[in-house]
């Protein structure tokens, strides 16, 4: 059976290790896409359908687990993770495949051998939502700084924009540009830096380059090539959505 996968992490050291002890100990593999971001990784999911997926849990933006929650059923997943003991608690039940960094010979063969049997059984990809939740509470950052203002100079003023009154932002090359119903500025501050200070229940990545307010959202379209596009409450601008977070948007 000819068994393929893709492999994410936002290292190049790791990825490489991971794909030179694979070709080593399960040549007939195929590797068919690396990834440096989760949204990459979902991506070369929907492109490539691999059998497996090896996702580093922690990526910038859109995590592993984020990429496992909008692929399950689609393909086998294998965490890859520098984390600590304690945090992978939640694997204890056997039921997630991990391999802790730097991955060692033997533990790699014993997560090859698993998979094996399980395609050799023809097992279908379990739904770990529950677990992965589980996990993802354990490895969030605790007492993370939030962002409470935004401050953009524009000439020789400061405009001070407070966070619950921003309904997006959007990366616009070197900058940063900031939306509320009433203004918008742009920041010389990154957008993959502005992530970190935001809360993910409140503001949710839709694009590589976008990231709204979720209370702000007021519909979404999916045309007929399945893209998505949502409007947003208090301006007449409309977002696309990338196919990599149009899971967010499924009907319950």
Not at 169 to 185: G, H, I, L, P
Request: one cysteine or more; hydrophobic letters at 40%; a negative charge.
């Amino acid at each position: 059976m000819k068994v393929s996968a893709i492999i994410a992490d936002d290292e190049d050291l790791p990825r490489k290790d991971l794909r030179r002890m694979l070709a080593e100990h399960w040549p007939e593999l195929e590797i068919l896409a690396e990834a440096e971001h989760g949204a990459d990784a979902l991506e070369a999911i929907h492109q490539y359908q691999p059998d497996i997926a090896f996702l580093d849990i922690r990526m910038p933006g859109m995590t592993g687990l984020d990429v496992a929650n909008a692929c399950k059923g689609h393909c086998q997943v294998v965490f890859t993770t520098a984390y600590d003991s304690h945090a992978l608690e939640a694997f204890s039940t056997g039921a997630i495949d991990y391999l802790l960094k730097p991955i060692a010979k033997d533990r790699l063969i014993e997560a090859i051998n698993r998979l094996k049997q399980r395609f050799a059984s023809q097992a279908a990809p379990s739904d770990l939502s529950t677990l992965m939740a589980e996990l993802d509470k354990r490895l969030r950052p605790q007492n993370v700084e939030r962002i409470r203002w935004i401050s953009a100079s524009v000439g020789d003023t400061i405009k001070m924009f407070p966070i619950d009154k921003i309904i997006f932002f959007t990366s616009d090359e070197k900058y940063t540009r900031v939306v509320t119903t009433e203004d918008e500025a742009h920041v010389r501050k990154p957008l993959k830096e502005i992530i970190d200070g935001l809360d993910p229940e409140i503001f949710w990545q839709v694009h590589r380059g976008t990231v709204v307010r979720a209370d702000a959202i007021a519909k979404a379209h999916r045309d007929e090539l399945g893209k998505v596009t949502i409007e947003l409450r208090g301006t007449k601008e409309t977002l696309k959505v990338s196919q990599a977070y149009a899971w967010r948007f499924k009907p319950m």
